[in-house]
């Protein structure tokens, strides 16, 4: 069975610090990844996604970068946050696109003060 | 552009009451649906998708959703509902080819009164 694991569950980060946010998928090689962003009680808005190692494309600035250094990681992170980077951050994995459903990751909770 | 419409913020109702969560779209080809539900304080979880074929698709924990051309809709259902059923449920869209992007839905928060 796959599992997906995110890292840390939760950060507290100073406005203009650096942020590293990391996920992990076993049980599973080549899936397609994505990140995702959700404000408090709001929407999901897709970040990035990736189909195979060292390929990350981005669907919408946020000041935001990631990488795939492996196949089965995915990495966020960004040099200076800013106070609207707060929310809650997932990672995801699908088999395939073209109707293959995502499965979500427990979620990173970030605090930007 | 894509763009996945839930018109309803917040849905109440009774325990034992029918549910029927409200999803429209916008996408120029065909669309792959799906309803994805988060509980509170955690992660979402799929709970059923529309690809092709029958226009009514069975999901997880008791859902239905019935996919409508003719008024670009993917409502959701279940009777009857369970206190267990409070959660906030997104709809997405999935357009096909090469675009990996996935639309959500601003969601639907289900309150199942007992």
């Known amino acids: 069975a796959q599992t997906i694991h995110q890292w840390p569950v939760a950060e507290i980060k100073a406005v203009g610090s650096p942020l590293s946010l990391g996920c992990t998928i076993k049980g599973k090689s080549s899936p397609n990844l994505y990140w995702y962003w959700q404000a408090t009680g709001g929407t999901l808005q897709q970040l990035f996604y990736s189909i195979t190692v060292g390929q990350v494309e981005s669907v919408v600035q946020l000041n935001l970068s990631a990488s795939r250094p492996k196949d089965d990681q995915f990495i966020l992170s960004t040099e200076k946050l800013l106070l609207s980077h707060s929310g809650f951050y997932l990672c995801a994995w699908s088999p395939l696109t073209g109707g293959y459903e995502q499965y979500f990751g427990p979620g990173t909770r970030l605090t930007v003060l | 552009a894509q763009s996945v419409d839930q018109p309803d913020a917040h849905v109440t109702l009774s325990e034992g009451a029918s549910l029927e969560l409200r999803c429209s779209y916008s996408?120029?080809?065909?669309?792959?649906l799906f309803w994805y539900v988060q509980y509170p304080g955690q992660s979402l979880q799929f709970l059923l998708k529309y690809i092709t074929g029958d226009t009514v698709v069975k999901g997880t924990k008791g859902f239905e959703a019935e996919f409508r051309k003719s008024n670009s809709s993917f409502n959701l259902k279940k009777s009857p509902a369970h206190w267990s059923d409070s959660a906030k449920y997104f709809c997405a869209l999935e357009s096909g080819g090469s675009n990996y992007k996935l639309t959500f839905g601003k969601g639907t928060l289900l309150t199942v009164t007992p």
């Open positions: 996408y120029s080809a065909a669309p792959y």
